[in-house]
């Protein structure tokens, strides 16, 4: 009877009213609602009972205890999210460099470098997360891993409304087509002023559980400023410098310190001097530990401007313009200036060419009538210009009028070569 009954595979009270109108036994009801609840057809078709409302996850005691994971794809791209359960703190990091448990691993070290390794690390049942890789990393740092059961979001809600808020962001920004450093860049502004602006759960904003403080954006620039004076102990220096005096202060020229003399013009800040560089009259700004007493007296100081002044002065003297740069030097004469002596330069004409021997033998003709006068030298002595006598020219600069070719070059010894016999090479 039960069979028939649910032949059509009604429900549990459709099934009932049936059965009431037509038999009854004791128990029936109860038969009827075990006979329907171990059919397996109406099992596989049943739907989901109704939810459950959602338990929170007990409240975390500090900042960056309990940290949530999860991934987010925003069409081709992969971003991590992370989200701190106490102060709300949100990060989203593109994964450039794939999903596996090594990426995944180096971007959690980039984060707890800067925030901490967290006490308790959740995420969901996703098998890039939940590997033997990244659980051995979670138990070397001392992180308790927990998961969500498997595809039940709300288990992780608090990553769950993360990402939906990081989507949010992503999608405004992908609207302008901007690559992918600029949509970081912008990412990074989003994210900024979510982390400042108060959470609707806790009532503060997630910088300020953080850190103790919010952020200063450009919208506290409309803000006065408060002057607040800090009860800071006053540190006296042991040495101090008045204006005008003279000092002996560091000068770095060419990677080269030395001490220079200098005046103290103006006093800069507290331990800093505006110097005035004697030398090379010049103005720096030196601190105090680049500047000792000068303990000289005035006369010394006057020394060593005026030698200044004459090296100047020496290195800027312009050259005579009655004095040439490249005047020769007269040779001394020797014996009596008065006298003069002929010398003859003997010409070989034996190595002229026979082809230029027209050309050359004139040439030579000339230059011995020339040699067989006097060539005077020229003569600085009054007495020798005032009675019209010339110096002699010395022998080496007659002898540069000749032309060279008439040298003499001598023949070259042939060397003796010795007969080689090739013939060996060919048998």
Known sequence: MLKELHDTHLGIIKTKSNARSRMWWPGIDRDIER???????????????????????PAAAGAWQRV???????????????????????????????????????????????????????????VKINSNEFKTFCSNNGIKYLTSPIYHPPSNGQAENSVRTCKKMLKCILKDNLPQHQIN??????????????????????????????????????????????????????????????????W????????????????????????FIIKFEATCIRHIDQLLKFTGNDNSLKINNTDNVESRNFQS??????????????????????????????????????????????????????DSTEIPEASDSPEASENGVEQPQSDSVRSNDVPPEQAPTPARQLRPRKGIDYKKYFK
């Open 35 to 57: 006979w329907i609840g171990s059919c397996k057809t109406c099992v596989s078709l049943r739907c989901a009972p109704p939810r459950d409302p959602p338990a929170p996850w």
């Open 68 to 126: 949530h994971i999860d991934y987010m794809t925003v069409g081709q791209r992969v971003y991590l999210v992370v989200v701190d359960s106490f102060s709300k703190w949100l990060e989203c990091i593109f994964m450039n460099s794939g999903t596996s448990s090594q990426s995944l691993i180096k971007k959690l070290k980039n984060i707890f470098s800067t925030f901490g390794i967290p006490n308790v690390l959740v995420s969901d049942n996703d």
């Open 185 to 250: 860049e912008v990412l990074w502004g989003y994210l900024f002023n979510y982390r400042n602006t108060v959470h609707c759960t806790t009532g503060e904003t997630p910088a300020k559980l953080m850190f103790g403080r919010n952020l200063r954006s450009r919208l506290d620039l409309i803000i006065p400023i408060e002057k607040t004076q800090l009860n800071m102990p006053l540190v006296t220096s042991r040495r101090f410098f008045e204006i005008g005096d003279t000092v002996w202060a560091r």
């Open 252 to 275: 770095y020229s060419a990677r080269k310190e030395t001490w220079e003399l200098g005046t103290i013009k103006e006093k800069v800040g507290s331990k800093m001097y505006k110097i």
């Open 317 to 370: 003297l312009p050259l005579s313009p009655s004095m040439p740069v490249n005047a020769p030097l007269s040779e001394p004469s020797v014996g009596n200036p008065r006298s003069s002596t002929i010398v003859e330069q003997p010409v070989n004409t034996d190595a002229i060419d026979d082809v230029n021997g027209e050309e050359w033998g004139d040439y030579s003709a000339q230059d011995s009538v020339r």
